[in-house]
């Protein structure tokens, strides 16, 4: 894998030096490619789809000493934890193996970057990844008719981003270490998003996800994690990550506060739900008639079981959220569970939205196991799944 040579280079250099290189890997002559991209975050990044494709996650890189840590940087922007690097170093560089360095000098081995060389490396990684092209077609968000104009927020489906595999493709929001989209791709995906709904990337705050019913407000100090956020700031954009589990968004157009909170079952038992309802209340002054709650999309009770010890719990909340209660594993409506919360907790039926919109394409009650083309799901796609977001802000008063 190298850097394009420039047309005085001789056209077989570099391949061959690489053939030498490997020559006591004799079997492997067969089927050996060259990747020559006009960069290294573009020979890295077709490197990467090639590997996907064949779903390999274990490499072995042979590379001159001098060059390991500007590699490994490319490495930790580009991949994830799924992906196992083995390095075996070579004391001497051909010329025609020669990568240019993106900052003055070389690194020894064992030494680092220093910051300057990594946020070049930083740069064009960002570049190279602006200048792909949008998969799956445009980005689409869908809004609630209940949130006032006041504030800026959306539900997000799965079209418009870069995000290649299948089950990511392609507006993948969240990277994680199991996953195979890399930060530096969702923060791309996540500009494109910004771009196409307004907010400053800047300003985005998505919930610590752990599955609980801990909220953090704004301007405390932050926990490591927590399933709620609220704050009266404007312009800072909540998120709350979905990919079957809900994205909650809560509104008070009096007081000007809003929320934001990740709810999958776990959480929904927990009241994650109500408990940023009565953050939003204790905090800064809301009457929780005045409050409205946007339910996005997430799994319906058509594709959602549990095992019975747990689909008891929502059975006592009411018995209409669980269906085959006899069954091993029970059908489980969490959003009408999360409706009946809310309305026991003081919210109004008519400021709670959680069904359809105006057409199929803005439906907030879409199963997202159910619509490919639309969503992500975990319930669906497994372990390598997507994930989309409820995003909410207020809007800055403009100067008069």
Not at 1 to 19: E, G
Not at 81 to 99: K, R, T
Not at 149 to 167: E, K, M, W
Not at 171 to 189: G, H, I, Q, T, W
Request: charged share 20%; net charge negative; hydrophobic share 35%.
């Amino acid at each position: 894998m190298c850097k394009q040579q420039s047309p005085k280079s001789t056209s077989n250099s570099a391949q061959n030096a690489i053939i030498n290189v490997l020559e006591k890997f004799g079997a492997l002559k067969e089927v050996i490619e060259t990747v020559a991209e006009p960069s290294m975050a573009a020979a890295f990044y077709r490197f990467k789809r090639e590997i996907d494709e064949l779903n390999l996650s274990t490499v072995k890189i042979i590379a001159p000493t001098p060059r390991k840590a500007i590699l490994e940087a490319y490495l930790d922007l580009l991949f994830t934890a799924v992906y196992q690097f083995e390095f075996e170093v070579l004391p001497d560089e051909p010329e025609s193996m020669h990568i240019e360095s993106p900052g003055p000098g070389h690194c020894r081995d064992g030494e680092t970057l220093a910051g300057q060389q990594l946020e070049q490396i930083k740069r064009e990684v960002s570049t190279f990844l602006g200048q792909l092209s949008s998969l799956r077609g445009d980005i689409t968000v869908l809004h609630s008719s209940l949130i006032d104009v006041c504030f800026l927020h959306g539900f997000t489906t799965r079209t418009g981003g870069i995000s290649y595999t299948p089950t990511l493709s392609s507006l993948n929001l969240f990277s994680s270490s199991s996953r195979r989209d890399p930060k530096a791709v969702v923060a791309e995906n996540i500009r494109r998003l910004s771009q196409k709904a307004g907010f400053d990337q800047e300003s985005y705050r998505r919930v610590q996800v752990d599955h609980g019913s801990d909220v953090w407000i704004m301007g405390r100090r932050e926990p490591e994690s927590y399933d709620g956020i609220v704050t009266n700031q404007s312009g800072v954009t909540l998120v709350a990550p979905g990919a079957d589990c809900m994205p909650l968004l809560f509104a008070d157009p009096v007081q000007k506060a809003i929320g934001a909170a990740h709810a999958g079952w776990k959480g929904t038992l927990l009241g994650v739900a109500m408990a940023t309802v009565n953050a939003l209340v204790s905090e800064y002054g809301c009457d929780v008639k005045d409050i409205v709650v946007a339910v996005g999309p997430s799994v319906g009770s058509c594709c959602f079981t549990l095992d019975q010890k747990s689909a008891i719990e929502f059975h006592e909340i009411n018995p209409k959220c669980v269906r085959e209660m006899d069954s091993a594993k029970p059908y489980v409506d969490i959003r009408l569970a999360t409706r009946i919360l809310l309305e026991r907790g003081g919210v109004l039926p008519h400021n709670i939205q959680d069904d359809s919109g105006s057409s199929e394409s803005h439906n907030l009650g879409l199963c997202t196991a159910c619509h490919a083309d639309k969503f992500f799901s975990h319930v669906r796609d497994r372990n390598n799944f997507g994930t989309q977001i409820g995003f909410i802000s207020i809007k800055e008063q403009k100067e008069k």
